[in-house]
């Protein structure tokens, strides 16, 4: 889960991500709202989750 936390914060993968919803006909507006969204998210899961495990 760290992982993809960390992915989903990089500014490519945002900016693949966008790509790809554009390329299936979203509107831009849309586009910039899910991904402040998908960003948002991320970094809530951040704040809450732990950075490593106790075992």
Excluded: H, I, N, Y
Excluded at 5 to 26: C, I, K, V, Y
């Amino acid at each position: 889960m760290g992982k993809l936390l960390s992915r989903l914060r990089e500014p490519s993968t945002m900016a693949g991500l966008s790509a790809l919803a554009l390329l299936f006909g979203l509107p831009p507006g849309m586009v910039d709202g899910l991904a402040q969204l998908v960003g948002g998210a991320a970094a809530v899961a951040a704040v809450w989750l732990k950075e490593k495990s106790d075992a």
